[in-house]
């Protein structure tokens, strides 16, 4: 099956600002993708131009293989079929919960009784039955958005945009209706398109995230490999905690690397595919939790880095313990689970793995 919604080359510019640069992406039919990236960098643009709202000034976009936008033409919103949700809940205070969710149909000019079983059924689905008769203002925030999400699924979209549609939410219900969007989107197998500021959202739901900063996509990728393996220290900070040492690059072997810190430790890390050379400057990348404190296993080989605990603080599941690595002047991160095992002030020693630790060029 061919893809189903294909970005081409797709540029925005607002005056001087060139919000969208050259983009190229395709997504598959029934795939979740989440845009994530920092404030500006070009994600709602980008969804404002997938939904029509916005003209491109260079590139396609292509849907079913139908070109849809390019910089002559642009399809009307309403001729897309896409349906989209947005982070104000956009639901319509005069209008009962039916009306809002009946509204997109009505303007299609279907018959009643299809309109009403679709209605129906849409509320069904999102758990609203009993509310069909409620004003928004009678609602609470999340039922607002399920009326929101109906409302953007009532029409059969081919495409789910969705721009931060959690944000007014409070955390709990955040976690809540993101599980219930992800459900809702694999069980009717529709393409979706999702914004988000939220690392955390951005892993819970998408099949993949496509990391955006300055109108450009840094990486895209599955959640645990960008997780894994980002390309860059702004990805991996983007996409989770990380901590990052400053190294240049002392040996390049078979299967490792092997480079030295500023207070001249060595550290190895695993081989990856980035072609080093004796003298490259670069950073090792390491994640809190392969920060290792216990539970060594004499077989294999670590890295291994003395520290003082600076601070810690203790979260429930996790102990942060920030440290300060001996002759390296910045905190550094560890992970750890409870019980709380090192007071600040001492002294610990952390091990980790050559395969946990990820050489980047910035
Ligand atoms: P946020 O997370 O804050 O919503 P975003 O990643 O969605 O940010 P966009 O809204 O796409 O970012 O904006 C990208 C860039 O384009 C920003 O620099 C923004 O100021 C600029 N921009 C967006 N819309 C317009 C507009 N209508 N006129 C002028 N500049 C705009």
Redesign the pocket.
């Known amino acids: 099956m061919g893809d189903k919604l294909i970005l081409r080359d797709l540029v925005k510019q607002?005056?001087a600002?060139t919000?969208?640069d050259h983009i190229n992406l395709s997504i598959a039919p029934g795939k979740l993708f989440s845009f994530l990236?920092?404030?500006?960098?070009?994600?709602?643009?980008?969804l404002r131009m997938i939904a029509g709202l916005e003209t491109p000034d260079g590139g396609e976009i292509v849907v079913d293989g139908a070109v849809l936008s390019d910089k002559k033409h642009v399809t009307l919103p309403e001729k897309r079929n896409m349906g989209m949700m947005f982070q104000s809940y956009a639901v319509w205070p005069h209008m009962t919960v039916f009306d809002n969710v009946a509204y997109g149909l009505k303007l299609k000019k279907i018959n009643r009784s299809d309109m009403q079983k679709k209605v129906n059924e849409t509320l069904d689905l999102v758990g609203l039955s009993q509310y069909a008769e409620r004003f928004p203002t009678q609602l609470s925030g999340g039922q607002q958005q399920r009326v929101a999400l109906a409302r953007a699924l009532a029409n059969e979209p081919a495409i789910l945009l969705l721009d931060?549609p959690l944000c007014n939410l409070d955390a709990k219900l955040r976690e809540n209706m993101r599980f219930e969007i992800r459900n809702l989107q694999q069980r009717l197998g529709i393409t979706a398109v999702y914004?988000t500021?939220s690392q955390d959202e951005a892993l819970a739901v998408s099949d993949e995230i496509v990391i955006?900063r300055d109108?450009k996509i840094l990486q895209q990728g599955a959640p645990e490999s960008i997780y894994a393996n980002p390309n860059s220290s702004f990805v991996a900070d983007f996409i989770g905690l990380i901590n990052q040492l400053d190294a240049q690059v002392v040996s390049v072997e078979q299967s490792k690397t092997l480079v030295k810190l500023g207070n001249g430790q060595t550290l190895i890390a695993a081989k990856d595919d980035k072609q080093w050379k004796v003298g490259d400057h670069c950073k090792l990348l390491i994640r809190p939790e392969n920060l290792m404190i216990d539970a060594w296993d004499q077989s294999k080989t670590y890295n291994s880095l003395d520290a003082q605990v600076e601070r810690v603080s203790f979260t429930g599941s996790i102990v942060n313990y920030f440290l300060l690595f001996d002759g390296l002047d910045v905190s550094y991160r560890m992970q750890a689970t409870p019980p709380v095992r090192f007071a600040q002030g001492q002294r610990m020693t952390c091990k980790f793995t050559p395969e946990s630790c990820i050489l980047t060029r910035d």
């Not at 990236?37 to 980008?46: D, E, I, N, Q, W």
């Open positions: 607002f005056g600002v919000a969208v990236g920092p404030s500006g960098c070009g994600k709602t643009t980008t931060e914004v500021h955006m109108g």
